[in-house]
């Protein structure tokens, strides 16, 4: 299989017409190439060249060719992405593009997805504080980019917007050109990703310059990395603006092939000379210490850096349990940290003592013992929590649980509808007790969820329809949640197909078996579980279970099978998770206590019973006290 051909250009700022007008002539000169992958700013720097934008956006110019863009900043860049990113084909997992027109794809973010073998990662936007929809990256998406440097196997090219800050050091200084000394249009943070990834190609632009470094070893890799900066579309010094590779993908080479050192090849930019000794105690940290900062996930305030002898945890420490500076890192590897990370408590929570997404956040906000299911003490208080479920959604004790969404409750499960449901019949069944998945109850009380998986099922049916049962069993989920959502049924053949495809498309392959009962399926479910990594399943209408076992250090996305759910009925609106019309969601409470829903459980006497159950409770103890009383005295 021959390498990929690949075209890479600098900013383009709207002049779509001369950039595809080169790319045919270079195509068809030294072509056929495969893609063109475009950095730097994309859209239109100025209103006059909106027109001739728009003619490819609209289709009344063809793109010549697949190709792919970062840069999305510029005039009309808010109104054309907004509206690709409503786009019905464009919702799901899209990290290989979003497609704005034909052959033109935005790839938003930062992601990482294979072209022909090449193991492409991006970041896109530029650096900003203003919490800007397009046009800036955020720190999730630099944080997504540090978990992929963790993964295995080589990223073959890496596409950011602007230079990284001193990739010039260490560099021949007779083919650095002059501009490239200038600060503006580098950024520190890319030089911290690019030393991390360790990519074989790393393009960018912004600063409109040619600039191709020679190549430079990495830290821990054996390859080298080769930077190239290309200068902007048209631009009046007669730069280079576009530029050919066809690299072989890293995948299919031997060691021998990628560990190759050219001639000319130099140290890194990013790194920094050993100190001879060792470093001699600070009691804060360095403000200008880059060296510092690619090792630290947050700028902390002042305050807490000038805290005393260094009591910052150190993220490389938590998020992978080492870290390549040892003893001269200035921050803190606390293996009881990594332990408590491990065990899913939030890395907002342990590194900065609070975390802002608040409801929002997936992860254990409080440390976890060893036990299966310990009593556990909060981040920053010295009292046990006795009083966790007050803080869990799906705990009935909880004053944050969304009592009127409640259809029936049982001995071990109770049943409710999905507070953002992907269709208005959406359903979750939920241990009573405090449990992190469904196979942490048990074995003795799996007919109850039987019953349950019956009547739901007979429910549905009557309905024209099929249920999809899935769950995520992970340490990061506090309370467990089996999610039941219904497709026609004339589309439930189609199940299977789709969640294989969008894991395979994610780099996974779900295992499949079937079974003529749920109860031999839930058996050999809990024989494939270890509690030691993740774990995703679902049960596809015609009895087929869907698994895969995912390492702790895999990435795999929680809401997998609510996205497959919304690829097969794309034309379902999906409410905010965290929003919800109560006079709706009471139409559906009413419309779904079925009575083929209630063999076995009781139905529900009023929204709020749940609430008041231990209140009825007390009150008749009390009650039945004072009557003992009245009979003994004779009253």
Not at 274 to 281: D, H, I, N, S, V
Request: proline share 5%; net charge negative.
């Amino acid at each position: 299989m021959a390498a990929p051909r690949i075209l890479l250009a600098g900013d383009v700022f709207g002049r779509l017409n001369q950039l595809f007008k080169r790319v045919q002539s270079v195509n068809k000169s030294a072509g056929p190439f495969d893609a063109l992958f475009c950095v730097g700013q994309f859209f239109p720097d100025s209103p006059e060249r909106l027109e001739e934008f728009m003619n490819y956006v609209e289709g009344r110019s063809s793109v010549p060719l697949p190709t792919y863009f970062i840069g999305d900043y510029g005039v009309a860049a808010p109104k054309v992405l907004s509206t690709a990113s409503k786009n019905s084909a464009n919702l799901g997992f899209k990290m290989d593009g979003l497609a704005i027109c034909e052959n033109l794809h935005w790839l938003r973010g930062s992601g990482k997805f294979s072209f022909q073998g090449l193991s492409i990662v991006y970041l896109s936007g530029r650096s900003s504080s203003e919490g800007q929809q397009f046009g800036t990256y955020s720190q999730d998406d630099v944080d997504a980019l540090r978990a992929l440097a963790e993964e295995s196997g080589v990223v073959d090219l890496f596409l950011t917007n602007e230079w990284p800050s001193g990739v010039t050091t260490r560099a021949s200084l007779a083919d650095v050109p002059a501009e490239a000394s200038d600060s503006s249009g580098c950024d520190p943070a890319i030089s911290e990703l690019v030393a991390e990834i360790k990519p074989r190609y790393h393009i960018a632009g912004t600063k409109d310059i040619f600039y191709a470094r020679e190549p430079y070893s990495n830290t821990d890799a054996v390859h080298v990395t080769r930077f190239l900066g290309l200068a902007s579309v048209g631009n009046p010094k007669k730069q280079k603006f576009i530029h050919a590779i066809s690299p072989t993908p890293a995948c299919t080479m031997s060691a021998s092939e990628i560990s190759v050192m050219p001639s000319n090849a130099t140290l890194s930019p990013y790194t920094f000379e050993e100190q001879t000794g060792r470093l001699k105690e600070v009691t804060k940290r360095p403000g200008d210490s880059m060296s510092d900062s690619q090792y630290w996930r947050y700028d902390v305030s002042k305050k807490r850096q000038k805290s005393g002898d260094g009591d910052g945890l150190c993220f490389k420490f938590i998020y992978t349990g080492s870290c390549p500076r040892g003893e001269q890192c200035n921050f803190q590897h606390d293996m009881d940290s990594r332990e408590q990370f491990r065990r899913g408590v939030c890395l907002d929570l342990l590194l900065k003592g609070k975390c802002e997404k608040g409801l929002e956040c997936s992860f254990k906000h409080e440390l976890q013992n060893e036990a299966e299911n310990p009593p556990r003490r909060r981040v920053g208080s010295g009292s046990m929590t006795a009083n966790r479920s007050k803080e869990c959604w799906f705990c009935l004790s909880s004053p944050n649980v969304e009592s009127h969404l409640i259809i029936s409750v049982g001995e071990n499960y109770y049943c409710a509808l999905a507070k953002g449901p992907l269709v208005e019949d959406h359903v979750l069944v939920i241990p009573i007790e405090h449990l992190p998945n469904t196979f942490t109850l048990s074995q003795e009380f799996e007919s109850e969820l039987v019953r349950l998986h019956d009547s739901l099922q007979l429910y549905f049916q009557n309905r024209q329809k099929e249920a999809v049962l899935f769950e995520w069993v992970s340490k990061r989920v506090s309370h467990a949640n089996l999610q039941v959502v219904p497709v026609p049924s004339s589309r439930a053949a189609a199940v299977p197909d789709i969640f294989n495809m969008a894991a395979k498309k994610m780099g996974f392959k779900l295992v499949s078996k079937k079974f003529d009962n749920i109860l031999d399926r839930r058996k050999w479910l809990r024989t494939q579980f270890d509690e030691n990594s993740n774990f995703f399943y679902a049960e596809v209408p015609d009895g087929t279970i869907l698994t895969l076992s995912v390492d702790e250090n895999e990435k795999f996305p929680a809401q997998f099978g609510r996205e497959v759910r919304n690829c097969l009925l794309i034309s379902e609106t999906i409410q905010n998770y965290f929003q919800c019309d109560l006079s709706h969601s009471d139409q559906m409470l009413s419309k779904c206590v079925e009575p083929e829903m209630q063999p076995f459980h009781l139905p529900l006497l009023g929204p709020y019973l749940v609430q008041q159950v231990e209140v009825i409770i007390h009150l008749a103890l009390s009650l039945c006290r004072l009557l003992l009383v009245a009979y003994e005295t004779g009253l």
